[in-house]
């Protein structure tokens, strides 16, 4: 077969392909296999071989119109899945940090129109083009820095017209960017200001009109709740994801961030693909989500920003767990660089660099149930493919927190970033 | 005057004008002066007026060649100035994090070749092109962040020969980047093996020999010492000091990081320019550096790279101290973005974006001596602008800790980093 794209000499590359089926217990701690003076052959968008550079020029019959490219000394890995960001919002919120600085509290800053108000205000003033231009730029950075999907939250409208804005924004987006798209639900974020002291009539909204008006426009694959006191209650979570579910969505939940709620135990009692954030998680949450085949997704940039601890990370790994981590990216954690991400998980959360990798990677395409698509160098999955200015795994610890993307493949197209074209 | 170069419609310019002389008390905690929709003429790389679009259009007799560029939505300051690293090494040092995280011990490490003594080995290994090269590659991502000024500390020698080799490495980089470069004499940086347990003959190659050649050959401004308990004790660092000092060269001190030893008494005494880390300086250092006009240079990055407590920043603006910020760009802190430094300066410091503002370009030209020239955008300054892609000085900590450079003018030439030329 002649490929389109053949890339040839890279220094090092994990493929992460033993990483590609459902993750087993104790996956997490597996060396990574490296191959060394590896090529990847492209065709359509699709990897269609990959190993040594010798075995796959040998396996060529016929050369690209192309000449290979070569990436001598350079690492190789798959492209970087975000598992979880707010992507889509309005405005900014720069004013709420200069405030808390100057010592007042999140109601004070509630009240002078900061928070989380502050972008519901904007959302809905927003343009759905609006909507669209914000994320894109957004979605741009983060292709700059090697994040080739990215899924996409709700959650900024809460009410039906807006939620629909939001997804109908996400779905736009999907359509500009080569980067994949996927794209979630969620109205329970939080309680609107309308519905002050009417949560039970709010959560009867969601079940009853936005999750059905959602799902018979196809606009989510995915219901998130943020299951938090005061925010949902378990009870409440249980019921939103259920009638999800019941109309076709798969599951996520915010779980266990502030107190230890239950959320881990709700998520994997309803079947989730991923429970997010995890820092208060039981022993018994985690065991039952290890069972149920449940992802933990850990957000450090967000412990970093809200100067919590982190998600006890090495706990989980121990156990067995799949581990994803995400940037979070949303207003009130606005970084969405996957090497910022990394560099809390090895420095704060002491995940060796192969465990960061993979859960950046493949646990992460687990994490938004497209490991049989992306998330590893595999004959088959769709070509997204980095190319790090770094020799080996170790070296995405040692120079941490920036950007060492060389070139990025997405879909099987060469997106040139650091280097221009 | 007809300029070279003229950048019109800027959104928002903090000029950092009001901090160009030296720092006064209570300097830190001013407001930034913001220029709406700013502009600048540049002529010979030299700022020649500086305003309102308005006002700098109606100055100019003869418009430039080029048309004039527009930044409207933008925010503009001095170009960042890096007054702390170590940027000419030779080799990486990405196996020590590995074993840090296995366990290993600080010395199980160096006996596994890690740590300084890696370093030391990779450096005399080294070709003084070969530092050249290295040195380079950290320079220009350095620029593509924004740094137009870097202070590059030798100290990896450890021996009159390859001391001097590291600093006419430094020299050379010099010839070859656009970026002001100042060259510091660390060779008190440790005590280097072949000298265990006679650290006062090393003291004395330093003082007879070593310092001596250095100054003879005028390769470096400054001289640092490492003054630390088990490094070079007080009474050491000062005789240290005091020889570079006769010998014309400017001093800096490592301070006060790991133990309160009188590093920011000893900065103070000998009237050093700045003192650097300062994690444990005592209340009395404080004041005395105060007294001195002395810079107090924070260095982030190491704290979060070692898991350590971070400098009290409130506590030395609150005194009225002069702060800068620096990345400690070094092999055991691989990480050269002012914007991460930034972040956690805000988020882990408390720091003000005004204040981390000024901490990166005036005082931290005042820290390397060089307000005269640099860290404003004032009229007879050299024209090093960066143009961020962010509307005010809070966005800097809102989107924190990613490269928000959109052009980068140093020297007085446009270099466009992230939207390509």
Known sequence: MK?????TNIGQMATLAGYSNTPKKG??????????????????????????????????????????????????IPGFVDSHTHLTFGGSREKDFSMKLEGKNYLEILEAGGGILNTLKHTRASTKDQLVSNAFSYAESMLSMGTTTIEAKSGYGLNTENELKMLQAVQELGRMIPSGLVSTFLGAHAIPPE????????????INEM?????????????????????FEVEQSRNILYAAKCSGMKLKVHADEIVQLGGAELAAEMGAISADHLLMASDDGLEAM??????????????????????????????GLPVALATDFNPNCANESMFFTIALACYKMKMQPREAISAVTINAAHAIDRADSIGSIEEGKRADILILDCPNPEFLTWRFGV???HTVVVNGQLVHTKFGP
């Open 403 to 405: 950007n060492l993307v």
């Open 290 to 319: 290890l069972k149920a085949g449940t992802i933990a997704t850990l957000l450090p940039a967000t412990a970093f920003s809200l100067n919590t601890n982190y998600a006890d990370a090495r706990k989980m790994i121990e156990m």
């Open 211 to 231: 999750i059905p008006a959602v799902a018979e426009k196809k606009l989510a694959e995915f219901c998130d709740v943020f299951c938090e006191k005061g925010v």
């Open 27 to 76: 996956e997490a701690l597996k060396e990574l296999t490296i191959i060394e003076n590896g090529a990847i052959a492209i065709k359509d968008g699709i990897i269609i071989d990959v190993g040594r550079t010798d075995e796959i020029l040998a396996n060529i019959t016929e050369m690209p119109d192309l000449p290979p490219i070569e990436f001598p000394g350079m690492f190789a």
């Open 3 to 7: 490929p389109d794209l053949l890339l």
């Open 195 to 206: 519905f002050k002291g009417r949560a039970e009539d709010y959560v009867d909204l969601l």
